[in-house]
C-alpha cells in the first residue's frame, strides 16, 4: 500500500495503531477503491491483530481502557523544587491505554484545488461559506462521499483533542497525522497527511454562550473556545459511538 502513511521511529503503540487500522480497513474495502480513495482518511481503531516493539507499552492494568495516553514519554521536573519528594509527572507515569476510539479521520493534503487541503479555514457560523458547507461537500464528494462514505462530520471537543501529541509541537499531533509537510510545494494523498499548526474548530458549542464554540489547537495542544464567526482550520471524522 504505497499510498499510507509511514509512521516515524518516535511513535507510541497508541498512534501505531493510527495506520494498522487503516490498513485494515482499506483491505476490506474492495477493488473500486483507488489510491486517492484509499489514503483520504486515517483511523485509530483496531482491525484485527497489530502490536508495534516501542519503548514503552500500556501497562497490564490497563485492561481494556481506551482512555488515551497523552502521548509524552519525556519528564520535566521541577527547576525551583528544593526538598526531595518524587516527581512522578507525566513523563514518567505515562497513564493511559491504546488510543481505540473508532474513529476514522479526513486526511488532510496540500493542494488548494481539494477539499482536503491543509490550509481551508471556514467560520463555524456566517454568511458565507462554512464548516457545515464543507462538509456537505465532502459527503457528497465524488457523487459517493470522501472514499465512498456519507456519513463523514465534524468532531466533538473531546475526540479532536483526542488526537493531539503532548510529547510534541507545531503541530502537536503525531507524525500518523503530520508526514512529509515540507518536502513539496503540493502534495497528494499518497505522499502524506498534514495538520495546520493552528486552530481547528470542534462541533461542540460553549454553553454558556451559543455564540461561541469550542476548538483545539495543534500548535501545542491547548483547548479553547472562540467566536463562531471566527476563520479556522476543519478535519472530518467518522465512526466512533454515536447514537
Not at 523544587?81 to 476514522?104: E, F, M, Q, S, W
Not at 458565507?128 to 465534524?154: C, F
Not at 483547548?223 to 479556522?232: E, M, R
Request: charged fraction near 15%; hydrophobic fraction near 40%.
Amino acid at each position: 500500500m504505497d499510498s499510507m502513511t509511514v509512521l516515524g521511529p518516535r511513535t507510541n503503540t497508541c498512534r501505531a495503531l493510527v495506520l494498522a487500522s487503516s490498513l485494515a480497513l482499506l483491505l476490506g474495502l474492495g477493488p473500486w477503491v483507488n489510491a486517492v480513495e484509499a489514503a483520504s482518511f486515517l483511523a485509530d481503531t483496531v482491525i484485527g491483530p497489530f502490536e508495534l516493539p516501542v519503548p514503552w507499552m500500556p501497562a497490564s492494568s490497563c485492561g481494556s481502557s481506551t482512555f488515551p495516553a497523552t502521548g509524552q514519554t519525556t519528564s520535566f521536573p521541577p527547576t525551583l523544587k528544593t526538598t526531595n519528594a518524587p516527581v512522578r509527572d507525566d513523563g514518567v507515569v505515562r497513564a493511559g491505554g491504546a488510543l481505540n476510539t473508532g474513529l476514522i479521520w479526513e486526511q488532510k493534503i496540500r493542494d488548494i484545488r481539494s477539499l482536503h487541503d491543509v490550509t481551508l479555514t471556514f467560520a463555524w457560523d456566517s454568511v458565507a461559506a462554512t464548516i457545515w458547507d464543507w462538509l456537505e461537500q465532502v459527503n457528497t464528494e465524488g457523487g459517493t462521499g470522501l472514499a465512498g462514505h456519507n456519513d463523514w462530520r465534524i468532531p466533538n471537543v473531546k475526540e479532536l483533542q483526542s488526537i493531539v501529541d503532548y510529547g510534541t509541537f507545531s503541530p502537536a499531533v503525531d507524525v500518523a497525522f503530520n508526514n512529509n509537510p515540507g518536502m513539496r510545494a503540493t502534495c497528494s494523498v499518497a505522499e502524506c497527511s498534514l495538520t495546520g499548526v493552528g486552530n481547528y474548530w470542534t462541533s461542540t458549542t460553549l454553553e454558556l454562550n451559543p455564540a461561541f464554540g469550542w476548538g483545539v489547537g495543534f500548535n501545542a495542544g491547548g483547548v479553547f473556545n472562540d467566536s463562531k464567526s471566527n476563520i479556522l482550520f476543519v478535519r472530518a471524522v467518522r465512526g466512533g459511538c454515536v447514537p
